[in-house]
Every structure is written in structure tokens, then in C-alpha cells.
């Protein structure tokens, strides 16, 4: 943790924030070690199990047992302000904890995560009664927030959506189907975008918050079977006749595609914070590992070309976190960090997986077995290039913004 709270200390904190950080930093690695670390291998063997019948997903014990312990610890809440019930910290603070959960287990991290995009998004864009609504409950932890946006025919072009949305008097009528989709089975206030007006197609699309309680016509009608984060359930979920009361419209009708623009930047830095967390882990494993492994009489720790290797990969995993938590730090003084958390999230994501992969190389055939946890962070790291705008948008937003610039000639 000395690494990472060594940076947060030149983010221009006062000390009384610096020794918040610090102790909030404490204590989500005390969980860690103590309710995470432990049971991650156990969780990723386990995964989650879908019922077809009633479209109940079940999640390994111990990731019930974890989401109880962050709720009564105040740390679902990070980022909300108080007048919410929230700590009212900052946005690189959550992120920095983001990076220590991947660490221990990226499947937990994402709940982390997904339950912060969904406070801040209804923080910004909720109407008050939708805030004093959910933003207490997300804080406590009483609840659980998810994205549904991914369609069957959409990934990154939102603007293809066909999910249905129709005025029906004193609510909203959903009718569609949503793939992909994190939290699936745990997460029951989702961030919502559907189509109001099909004919202006990105211009008609509009975001909502959907509360899956009393609507019998929202089910996760199967889950995926993937590569990594089996801790975590992706689903596909079917919409019929779901009700949206009118209060919970996020922004303005037919402004949608802002809101989700704004929830993918922000949700980009988390995502470079969960490669750094997965890199890191590997990267500490691999350290291990080679300082007590002989080869031809010797450590593998002496020789150089390990000794090099090692210097680099840890120098990408300590530039990879300033990235993330420089973008953060823009987010929390309202200055337009979207370029810069793309940044954070196409970097700490490939160095995700060149760390991952590096690490298995270090242990040999062992790290192709199972038992050892570099195997799990190899799988896990390969998702973050992808989800929240895969690494190919990342670079279009990064051209893009550097090409509007107006550089003075030399």
C-alpha cells in the first residue's frame, strides 16, 4: 500500500484529507487480506450459478459475506456526499481503493466498482427525489447498482440500440433485451439507456434508473460462461413490460448518450485502476517467485535479464497508476478529464496484461496450473481491454482530442 499512498500524497490533499485517504486505505486493506485474499481462488472455482427456471443467479457464499462487510464499513459510499448518507471523499480515493481490490480479486472489485458508477451517475444527473431515493441505500450497501446498456446488436455504437422505451402516462414501458451485463443477479438498481424516439437513434436515446423490484417482467434469462471474473456473473436479460416511474429519467429526455458518455469516462479510469490492482498482484507473485527459485545453482532473482524485466514491469505498473489517479483528480476538480481517462484505462489495461503474462512466463509450468493465483490474474486482466469501450474507441477518443488541439507552431 506504500506505493499507492505515496502518490495520493502529491494529488494536492490537505493533510486532514491525506490522513482520511490513508485511513480509509488501511482499512480496505485490512478487508482484503482478511475477507478477499483468501477465499479468491475458492470464488473463481466456484462462480456463479444461473437458475434458467426463475432466472435466479447464485454467487459464492463468500461474496455475499463481503458485500455485508463493505456496506457496514461505509465503503460502498466513498464518493456520495454526506447529505446522502455518503463519506463525501474523493473520486481518486475511490479509485485508489478500486486498485487495492483488484489486487486481492478483480470479480469483487467490479461490484466495487459498478456500485460507485451508479452513485455518481445518479448524483450528477438524478433528479432530487431519485437522489434522496437510492443514493442512501447504495451508500449503506442495501442495494446493488449495475450498467444495463450492451445490446445483442450493440457493443460500442449505442446509437444501434433497439430497446424500446414508451411514454405510458404516469411511467415508462421497457420492452427489449440487454447482454453482458455485469452484476448480473446481485445488482437490482441499474443505470438504464433505452430508445424514446427510434428515428433519431442516438439523439433518441434516453437514460433512466431501473429498479428491478416489484417488476417481474425484468429476468436474467442466462449467464455466460467466460474466460475470467467468474466471481462475477455477466447476463443476458430479457425486459418485458418493465415500468420506469418518471422521476427516475437521468438528465433529459433524448439526452441519453451524454449520460452514458459521462458514466464510460469515469468508469475508464476505474478500469485503468483494475489493471493496475490485477497487474500488481501478478507482478508481486512474480517477485516472490523468482527471489526462491533456483536455476543452475542460483536464484533466478540474479540474473540481470530477470532483474531488468522486473524494473520495467514495475515501472509501467507505477505509471500506469499515476494515469489513473491523475484523471481521477481532474474528475474531482471539475476539469474535462475525459482524453485522460481514456489514457488511464487503454494503458493500465495493456499493462495489465503484459504484467499478467510476463508473470506466468517467470513461473514457468507452474503458472499454467490452476493452484497458482498468476493464472487466475492472466484470465482476469484479458477483459479490461474490452469492456467500457474497448481499447479501439480508447485510441479514436485519444485521436480525436488531440487532433482539435491547436498546437502553436515552434
Known amino acids: 500500500m506504500k506505493d499507492l499512498y505515496q502518490v495520493l500524497l502529491t494529488l494536492g490533499f490537505t493533510k486532514e484529507e491525506s490522513e482520511e485517504n490513508e485511513m480509509i486505505l488501511d482499512l480496505v486493506d485490512e478487508i482484503c487480506k482478511k475477507e478477499i485474499e483468501p477465499h479468491a481462488q475458492e470464488m473463481d472455482e466456484i462462480g456463479c450459478i444461473h437458475d434458467p427456471k426463475t432466472g435466479k443467479v447464485t454467487y459464492p457464499p463468500q461474496a455475499y459475506k463481503i458485500l455485508k462487510k463493505l ?32 489486487r486481492a480479486d478483480a470479480s469483487t472489485s467490479l461490484l466495487f466498482g459498478l456500485q460507485n458508477s451508479s452513485s455518481d451517475v445518479i448524483e450528477h444527473f438524478g433528479t432530487e427525489e431519485a437522489k434522496q431515493q437510492y443514493l442512501p441505500k447504495l451508500a449503506r450497501g442495501e442495494i446493488f447498482g449495475g450498467l444495463l446498456f450492451t445490446e445483442p446488436s450493440s457493443g460500442s ?17 421497457v420492452n427489449g433485451s440487454k447482454n453482458f451485463i ?70 433529459e429526455l433524448g439526452r441519453g448518450f451524454s449520460v452514458v458518455l459521462y458514466e464510460l469516462s469515469a468508469a475508464r479510469i476505474g478500469i485503468g485502476a483494475q489493471g493496475v490492482g490485477i497487474a500488481d498482484a501478478a507482478y508481486r507473485k512474480a517477485v516472490n517467485y523468482v527471489k526462491s527459485r533456483k536455476q543452475f545453482g542460483r536464484s533466478i532473482e540474479s540474473f540481470q ?25 481532474m474528475k474531482d476538480n471539475n476539469l474535462d478529464f475525459a482524453e485522460y481517462a481514456s489514457i488511464a484505462k487503454l494503458y493500465g489495461s495493456e499493462i495489465s496484461q503484459q504484467v499478467t503474462n510476463e508473470a506466468i512466463q517467470m513461473h514457468g509450468g507452474y503458472g499454467y496450473i490452476k493452484e497458482y493465483d498468476v493464472e487466475r490474474y492472466y484470465r482476469d486482466a484479458r477483459i479490461t481491454p474490452i469492456y467500457e469501450g474497448t481499447n ?18 515552434e
Open 157 to 173: 455504437d449505442l446509437g444501434s440500440l433497439k430497446t424500446k422505451v414508451v411514454d405510458n402516462g404516469d411511467h415508462y414501458l
Open 305 to 329: 535479464v530477470t532483474q531488468f524485466k522486473m524494473a520495467d514491469l514495475f515501472t509501467k505498473i507505477h505509471t500506469a497508476r499515476i494515469a489513473y489517479l491523475i484523471a481521477a483528480r
Open 71 to 102: 456496506g457496514e464499513s461505509d465503503l460502498m459510499g466513498l464518493a456520495i456526499p454526506e447529505k446522502y448518507e455518503g463519506v463525501g471523499l474523493s473520486f481518486a480515493l475511490v479509485n485508489a481503493c478500486y486498485e487495492r481490490f483488484s
Open 182 to 251: 455485469s452484476n448480473s443477479g446481485i445488482a437490482d438498481t441499474f443505470l438504464f439507456l433505452g430508445s424514446t424516439d427510434p428515428e433519431k437513434k442516438s439523439k433518441g436515446l434516453t437514460a433512466f434508473i431501473l429498479d428491478t423490484k416489484n417488476n417481474p417482467g425484468f429476468k436474467v434469462s442466462r449467464i455466460e460462461e467466460k474466460l475470467g471474473l467468474h466471481g462475477n456473473a455477466t447476463g443476458e436479460i430479457t425486459l418485458q413490460d418493465v415500468t420506469i416511474p418518471k422521476v427516475n429519467v437521468l438528465g
Open 392 to 409: 479501439e474507441v480508447q485510441r479514436i477518443v485519444i485521436s480525436r482530442a488531440e487532433m482539435a488541439k491547436n498546437y502553436a507552431p
